[in-house]
């Protein structure tokens, strides 16, 4: 099965060597037309993630010097990524429940065989999770807050950016943002000058 060939930027965070070329094999196979990087280190995936901005992200939580936690729980991180998904040795179920609170679209355990890692790339590719989860951070912690009254105006503000900030994570140009949104090119320009 081939990705969209909106899916041009693909970060694959995996330790293991041999692992990580049979990863990088199925993935150049399902996304031709992707850019491929690669890193095993949470500094280096921490640093592919701001900078460089893929579309989809694949993170073993578990790198050459230690666990994800940390990229986790920098919740302004999430999601850089419009798609991430998430590969667990442990069976964690803590790292998954705080991998999906902080936008992973999907998690699968090891060990799995290639068939099995190509259907968990197709469910989080296809799987709106992502957007819902990302807004449910914006909202939950208000749900909790001690404040008497929602702040509507803030709140949708808030949603709108991150909208806007995953369509970018897609497409950088202004006519294509216009587009993925259905929006005009002077509200583009509206959200370009907010961020």
């Known amino acids: 099965m081939m990705l969209s060939v909106r899916i041009n930027r693909i ?16 993935l150049a196979q399902m996304a031709p037309h992707a850019d491929i990087h690669v890193s095993a280190s949470v500094e280096q995936t921490r640093r592919e993630l701001l900078e460089w901005r893929p579309v989809l992200a694949v993170i073993n939580f578990m790198l050459e ?45 090891k060990p799995f ?10 469910q989080t590719v296809s799987s709106p999770m992502s957007l819902a989860s990302s807004i449910n951070r914006i909202v939950s912690p208000l749900l909790y807050s001690d404040d008497d009254e929602l702040d509507l105006k803030k709140l949708t503000a808030d949603i709108e950016t991150l909208i806007f900030k995953m369509a970018i994570a897609i497409t950088g140009s202004k006519k294509g943002l216009g587009r993925l949104l259905g929006i005009s090119r002077q509200l583009v320009q509206y959200h370009l000058k907010k961020l």
């Open 65 to 109: 010097d230690g666990g994800i936690a940390s990229l986790l729980n920098d919740i302004g991180l999430f999601p850089v990524a419009p798609f991430v998904l998430g590969i667990t040795s442990n069976g964690s179920r803590a790292d998954t429940v705080l991998a999906m609170r902080c936008g992973f679209s999907y998690v699968i355990d």
């Open 113 to 122: 065989d290639l068939g099995t890692f190509e259907q968990a790339v197709l």
């Open 11 to 26: 970060l694959l965070a995996e330790e293991s060597p041999v692992l990580c070329a049979r990863l990088r094999h199925t």
